[in-house]
């Protein structure tokens, strides 16, 4: 069991280039989640995805798009990447959304910096 | 809307002192709350959780927390802090009918030898 695993880890890209960030679990779990981590801001969450088939904004989704490509995948695209997106993202999943089904389980993360 | 506060970026204590990181939130409905834990250039991962029933939770490496109603708080305590627990520790929550988790800024713990 990988659990939740996040491809790459670590990329640098100029202004206005584009990018998709690749997130796979093989928990079966159905909610999907991309977060990104700035210093002295927490975790935000930019989309999720709680079923296959669906998706949803967050808290920052402007910039971003998002692929439910199937119950394991869930990618995070970048369309004209700026300075402001540089962070590091996460990736998460968690079985449901029942009390006993509400762990999250993180990925590794990406490390992107926009120069 | 819900929100979480977190007070103190940075906490420091000594090497078997008592732990306590704070975790107040805002929210029309008592909401399902969460600590994490972060280790350097790693993903997070669950310390506990509270949903219903019983109010004190226990959760890994010691840790455990209570949630208050009346104060609105689910602070993080440990009794007596080890090295290897000094990390990145982030509350969360969420509605009981939602699907969106909101992170707190996290507070960062050191520990003393």
């Known amino acids: 069991n990988a659990g939740v695993t996040q491809t790459p880890k670590f990329q640098v890209l100029k202004t206005g280039q584009s990018m998709t960030l690749q997130c796979a679990q093989d928990?079966?779990?159905?909610?999907m989640y991309w977060y990104r981590q700035d210093p002295g801001m927490g975790l935000r969450l930019i989309y999720y995805s709680a079923s296959e088939g669906t998706t949803d904004k967050g808290e920052v989704p402007n910039g971003y798009n998002v692929s439910r490509l199937n119950k394991r995948e869930f990618s995070l695209r970048l369309e004209s990447a700026a300075p402001s997106q540089t962070s590091v993202y996460f990736c998460?999943?968690?079985?449901?959304?029942?009390?006993?089904?509400?762990?999250?389980?993180f990925g590794p993360g990406t490390r992107l910096t926009v120069l | 809307a819900q929100s979480v506060t977190q007070l103190g970026s940075h906490v420091s204590v000594s090497e078997g002192a008592l732990v306590l990181l704070r975790c107040n939130y805002s929210?029309?409905?008592?909401?399902?709350l969460f600590w994490y834990v972060q280790y350097p250039n790693q993903g997070l991962q669950l310390l506990l959780k509270y949903t219903t029933g019983a109010t004190l939770v226990k959760g890994i490496n010691g840790f455990e927390a209570e949630f208050k109603k009346s104060e609105t708080s689910f602070h993080l305590t440990k009794p007596s802090a080890h090295m290897s627990d000094a990390a990145e520790y982030f509350c969360?929550?969420?509605?009981?009918?939602?699907?969106?988790?909101?992170f707190g800024t996290g507070t960062s713990l050191t520990v003393i030898p």
């Open positions: 929210s029309s409905v008592p909401p399902y």
């Open positions: 998460a999943s968690k079985p449901g959304l029942a009390p006993g089904r509400d762990t999250q389980y």
């Open positions: 969360a929550v969420r509605r009981p009918t939602g699907n969106q988790f909101y």
């Open positions: 928990m079966n779990h159905n909610s």
